[in-house]
């Protein structure tokens, strides 16, 4: 399978199945189209999918949308455990995934992903810290009634909401917002794992700018 990606410091949507597939030991080829160059749109729609990323490719299929792949990497690999195993926790899981994949637009609008720079206080206003609230009361929730043993994540093992709130880890990061105990702990066990430092790595190392996605400190 393939995997194309925009660029790694601000895509979020393609760090979601990019960081989910390499947690759970799914092999791929990644491709990186950097965004908003000349010839972006032209090789995106080359794939035939709705020109933006990330695209998965198996074979003569292309999965788009990070919300789609997810569900076609369950479907294809049952024994990873993409979803929690139990019905509750399960159900769980997808509500705040959806909820993650169609909404918070201020936070998302407000404090941009980017990997590469430190910006506290930058983008903290009423609708901004809304978004936050809501997500981290998510959280402890779900840590709460479905975390433990011996995995730090919401559904005690790594899942796809954990990778669907990994773009919300970095951006608490960048812009350096106080969290409550239990929160940070969850935001430094996504963040020690060495995929997304990987990902890290690379996203510092990228030559490209997008001027939308840079916030003024």
């Known amino acids: 399978m393939q995997l194309v990606i925009g660029n790694k410091n601000y895509s ?31 090789r995106l729609r080359s794939l035939g999918t709705s020109g933006k990323v ?36 399960r159900a769980r899981a997808r509500s705040i995934s959806a909820e993650m994949h169609s909404g918070f637009n201020a936070l998302r609008a407000q404090m941009p992903m980017n990997l590469r720079v430190s910006r506290p206080w930058a983008g903290r206003t009423p609708e901004s810290l809304a ?23 919401l559904f005690g093992s790594f ?8 773009p919300v880890v970095t951006r608490l990061t960048t812009y350096s917002v106080p969290l409550s105990p239990t929160c940070q702990q969850y935001v430094e066990a996504i963040q020690a794992l060495p995929a997304l430092q990987e990902w890290t790595a690379a996203a510092v190392a990228e030559p490209w700018r997008i001027a939308a996605s840079e ?3």
């Open 54 to 89: 990330p695209v998965l490719i198996d074979g003569a299929l292309s999965i788009w949308d990070s919300l789609a792949i997810t569900e076609y990497l369950a479907e294809t690999f049952p024994e990873a455990g993409i979803w929690p195993r139990t019905t509750a926790a």
């Open 159 to 166: 899942s796809a909401a954990d990778a669907f709130f990994a």
């Open 12 to 42: 979020s949507w393609s760090l979601r199945p990019w960081l989910l597939m390499r947690v759970k030991d799914i092999a791929f080829e990644e491709v990186l189209i950097p965004l908003y160059q000349t010839d972006s749109q032209q």
């Open 215 to 217: 916030i003024d400190g």
């Open 131 to 153: 978004d936050i609230s809501r997500i981290t009361a998510l959280w402890e929730d779900c840590l709460c009634r479905f975390g433990g043993g011996t995995e730090p994540f």
